[in-house]
């Protein structure tokens, strides 16, 4: 058994991308390992939210989470700013990554380059992600694609700290789905699927009906060639949602094209799978609309879990460190 940990944030709507990349992974493992996730609302703090969304934005995440089959008995789900671990573990991570290496992460440049305030938070926020992950001394971390170099640096991180005191984090892998580690956006797919992304008609969001998602895809950017093919870097909207179509249906994307000869037919096999795919999901998502205590008591349980770890783990660093006891 394993220690898994990963985290999603509470901006905006979840999207298919959050589901493919990483909350479809989440549910997969909770029966074979001990699983950490946490709703890093620390996190969604780096964008300055209004506190009213925010709080919103946090509960419906949580029971996104729990309609994904996410199940509070079988794993731990919890809020990080519930255990103030995670902020203390997350100034010592600061103090152990350089402003180089945080200089040199991707998100952090396209993020920045995106808004007037770029807040401290933005830039130091992989080290926060570091923390989340090593108090967990967590073995396995389900991701999308675009955190692949977060993962890199929390790596790194825990490989520092031990060397520099003794063997004390465990060094965690990213562990991406075999289909949509990289889920595009349908306006756009050069980009991938964005709770920021411009057109919301790129967007599926998991809250969308199945007829808004079939409308979305229908009107999926494709090109002028004409022929169904996988080729990510020729035909990028076409690949795209091929991949959509191998997400859902656990087939090769180059074995689907074969059996396609246009576009219309292929969308309206996109549409359909992936409505199929969601129909579980839809299905807890209603009921746990009608019973939003059940989000909260889940969330009180999982605090408990998650400090019990992650204290235990800071009193170690704590003292690797040299702080005196309290
Ligand atoms: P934003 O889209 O605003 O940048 P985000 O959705 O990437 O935010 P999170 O909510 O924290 O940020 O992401 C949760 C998980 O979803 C992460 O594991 C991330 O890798 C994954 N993920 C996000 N977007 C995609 C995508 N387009 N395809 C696959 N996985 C994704
Ligand atoms: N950076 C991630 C969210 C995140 C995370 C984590 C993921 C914060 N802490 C720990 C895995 C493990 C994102 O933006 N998707």
């Known amino acids: 058994m394993g220690r898994i940990l990963s985290g999603i944030q509470p901006t905006g709507a979840p999207h298919l991308g959050n589901y493919l990349g990483a909350l479809r992974q989440w549910a997969a493992m909770q029966d074979e390992d001990d699983c950490f996730y946490a709703i890093v609302d620390l996190h969604a703090l780096i964008n300055v939210p209004d506190p009213d969304e925010l709080r919103t934005a946090t509960r419906n995440v949580a029971m996104v989470v729990l309609a994904a089959g996410v199940d509070p008995d079988r794993c731990t789900l919890f809020l990080q700013s519930h255990v103030p671990a995670h902020t203390e573990m997350g100034w010592v991570m600061e103090c152990g990554v350089s402003f180089g290496e945080l200089s040199r992460m991707t998100q952090f440049k396209a993020k920045a380059e995106a808004r007037e305030f770029v807040s401290a938070g933005l830039f130091t926020y992989p080290a926060l992600q570091a923390a989340d992950i090593l108090l967990y001394q967590a073995d396995r971390v389900p991701v999308g694609d675009d955190q692949r170099q977060h993962l890199e640096l929390a790596r790194d991180a825990a490989v520092r700290f031990n060397s520099r005191y003794g063997p004390l984090l465990t060094v965690p892998q990213a562990t991406l789905p075999k289909a949509g580690a990289r889920v595009m956006d349908l306006q756009d797919p050069t ?126 660093v704590r003292d690797a460190i040299g702080l005196l006891p309290r």
């Open 191 to 316: 980009s991938k699927m964005s709770k920021s992304a411009i057109s919301p008609q790129g967007t599926i969001d998991l809250l969308d009906s199945p007829d808004e998602l079939a409308r979305k895809v229908k009107r999926a950017v494709t090109d002028t060639e004409g022929v169904v093919r996988y080729d990510p870097a020729a035909k990028p909207g076409v690949s795209n949602l091929l991949d959509l179509l191998s997400a859902a249906t656990g087939e090769a994307p180059e074995a689907l094209a074969d059996r396609y000869a246009q576009y219309g037919p292929l969308k309206a096999d996109v549409a359909e799978a992936l409505n199929e795919l969601l129909r579980p999901f839809r299905k807890r998502l209603a009921e746990l609309q009608g019973e939003p205590s059940a989000v909260t008591a889940a969330l009180a349980l999982g605090r408990q879990k998650a400090a019990a770890v992650a204290d235990a783990t800071l009193e170690r």
